[in-house]
């Protein structure tokens, strides 16, 4: 069992930057592949980013590339979304999730609220 929450969301203006925490709980949190994902108002959850439970593969969803950065530190058991060059589109409720793989979550956190004024 893995019990996740988040942090970190707030209220930024576009252009600006924000970085989204994870605090896992659980001995497995290391051998967890981690995501992170988001959910706009009236549209469906979609994937922002993936990180391999060793940390050394990441990926991306095209609309985040080259703009956000996921990082994870298995001795304090957490996760990080960077988030930079915030546009409007980046509102949303972003949660995180673990899994055995990646983008196959089987535990989410509660999520935290980004919004980026234009």
């Known amino acids: 069992q893995v019990q996740l929450v988040e942090s970190g969301g707030g209220l930024v203006q576009a252009g600006g930057s924000l970085r989204l925490s994870c605090a896992g709980s659980g001995r497995s949190f290391s051998s967890y592949a981690m995501d992170w994902f988001r959910q706009a108002p009236g549209k469906e959850r979609e994937f922002v980013a993936a990180?391999?439970?060793?940390?050394?593969?990441?990926y991306y969803a095209d609309s985040v590339k080259g703009r956000f950065t996921i990082s994870r530190d298995n001795t304090q058991n957490m996760v990080y979304l960077q988030m930079n060059s915030l546009k409007a589109e980046d509102t949303a409720i972003y949660y995180c999730?673990?899994?055995?793989?990646?983008?196959?979550?089987?535990?989410w956190g509660q999520g935290t609220q980004v919004t980026v004024s234009s």
């Open positions: 999730a673990s899994g055995v793989s990646i983008m196959s979550p089987e535990y």
């Open positions: 990180i391999e439970w060793h940390g050394h593969r990441t």
